[in-house]
């Protein structure tokens, strides 16, 4: 072999590599396809809880009111409790 001719690679490799290269392919698709579907699930689950809780015309669980919306003082605790869970503080939640 010489510097300047690239050496030609053996057609088996060359099948060995397309096989694997497709082999991957396909799971990849398959990996996606599983995690499209456990989204698409969870988004449904929460588009759902989200229409029931407007139907009882109550706010989701999990939703904090903001601090205007409470009166002075529990404005100054609202804020207190979460400045200390930014600091690492445990309080307990009311």
Same mark, same amino acid.
């Given at each position: 072999?010489?510097?300047?001719?690239?050496? %030609?690679? @053996? &057609?088996?490799?060359? $099948?060995? +590599?397309?096989? *694997?290269?497709?082999? @991957?392919?396909? $799971? &990849?698709? $398959?990996?996606?396809?599983?995690?499209?579907?456990?989204?698409? /699930? $969870?988004?449904?689950?929460?588009?759902?809880? @989200?229409?029931?809780?407007? #139907?009882?015309?109550?706010? =989701?669980?999990?939703?904090? =009111?903001?601090a205007a919306a409470l009166g002075p003082t529990d404005q100054k605790v609202?804020?207190? +409790?979460?400045?200390? &869970?930014? *600091?690492? #503080? /445990?309080?307990? %939640?009311?």
């Amino acid at each position: 072999m010489w510097f300047w001719k690239p050496s %030609q690679p @053996d &057609l088996g490799q060359v $099948l060995d +590599r397309l096989a *694997r290269i497709e082999s @991957d392919t396909k $799971l &990849l698709r $398959l990996e996606w396809q599983e995690t499209y579907d456990k989204v698409s /699930h $969870l988004v449904g689950r929460l588009r759902k809880r @989200d229409r029931d809780a407007a #139907n009882a015309g109550t706010p =989701p669980t999990g939703d904090v =009111p903001p601090a205007a919306a409470l009166g002075p003082t529990d404005q100054k605790v609202e804020l207190w +409790r979460r400045a200390a &869970l930014i *600091r690492g #503080n /445990h309080v307990v %939640q009311r």
